[in-house]
């Protein structure tokens, strides 16, 4: 899973019929300092996140295994909103 | 499946349904030498590691196979606790 902070919204008309009433989020991956690193994603949004959350984001063929998106063409979806983040020493740069 | 330390955890109360109950922790990949690769990375723990620990995790949708029955939306889950690592060094390393 990937941390990522959500930075718009995507809209689309015709899609396919099993995405429907999906709310599909611009997420830009983030460290775990917070920190913006290179690389977006766009997902299906499973928990209501609002912009500027800091979402976590599970990918691939896991993403269908989330409640509301089963057997849905998606390979990527936000399954939770971050409250806090703690990090070892060992973790930190430097 | 790769090697990598747990560095921290990640508290989320609003998740999706069928993550409840589930640790997130914060993991840095490394290198069989233990040096660090890549970025960290979250994933689900089903050994009850902690953290500083040395672990190794599975990654795919294979990754959720550890919680079934129950279907868990899992990219990468700890699936061990490392005792000891050893590796045999060749003439190129």
Same mark, same amino acid.
């Given at each position: 899973m990937l941390l990522a902070r959500v930075i718009?919204?995507?809209?689309?008309?015709?899609?396919? %019929?099993?995405?429907?009433?999906?709310?599909? &989020?611009? &997420?830009?991956?983030?460290? %775990?300092?917070?920190?913006?690193?290179?690389?977006?994603?766009?997902?299906?949004?499973?928990?209501?996140?609002?912009?500027?959350?800091?979402?976590?984001?599970?990918?691939?063929?896991?993403?269908?295994?989330?409640?509301?998106?089963?057997?849905? %063409?998606?390979?990527?979806?936000?399954?939770?909103?971050?409250?806090?983040?703690s990090l070892d020493e060992a973790g930190k740069p430097g | 499946m790769t090697l990598g330390r747990v560095i921290g955890r990640v508290w989320a109360t609003v998740k999706n349904a069928s993550l409840t109950g589930q640790r997130l922790l914060l993991v840095q990949p490394l290198t069989p030498e233990l040096n660090k690769t890549g970025k960290p990375l979250i994933c689900l723990d089903s050994v009850g590691a902690g953290a500083g620990e040395l672990v190794y995790w599975c990654g795919g949708r294979e990754a959720s196979f550890t919680f079934l029955p129950v279907e868990v939306p899992a990219d990468r889950t700890i699936v061990a606790i490392i005792d000891e690592l050893s590796i045999e060094r060749g003439k190129d390393s």
């Amino acid at each position: 899973m990937l941390l990522a902070r959500v930075i718009g919204t995507v809209v689309a008309t015709r899609k396919d %019929p099993r995405l429907e009433g999906k709310k599909l &989020l611009i &997420l830009r991956l983030v460290s %775990p300092e917070g920190k913006d690193e290179s690389g977006y994603l766009v997902s299906v949004d499973t928990v209501s996140a609002g912009n500027r959350e800091v979402v976590i984001v599970v990918q691939g063929s896991s993403a269908r295994m989330a409640e509301g998106c089963k057997d849905i %063409p998606v390979d990527s979806s936000i399954v939770g909103i971050v409250d806090t983040i703690s990090l070892d020493e060992a973790g930190k740069p430097g | 499946m790769t090697l990598g330390r747990v560095i921290g955890r990640v508290w989320a109360t609003v998740k999706n349904a069928s993550l409840t109950g589930q640790r997130l922790l914060l993991v840095q990949p490394l290198t069989p030498e233990l040096n660090k690769t890549g970025k960290p990375l979250i994933c689900l723990d089903s050994v009850g590691a902690g953290a500083g620990e040395l672990v190794y995790w599975c990654g795919g949708r294979e990754a959720s196979f550890t919680f079934l029955p129950v279907e868990v939306p899992a990219d990468r889950t700890i699936v061990a606790i490392i005792d000891e690592l050893s590796i045999e060094r060749g003439k190129d390393s």
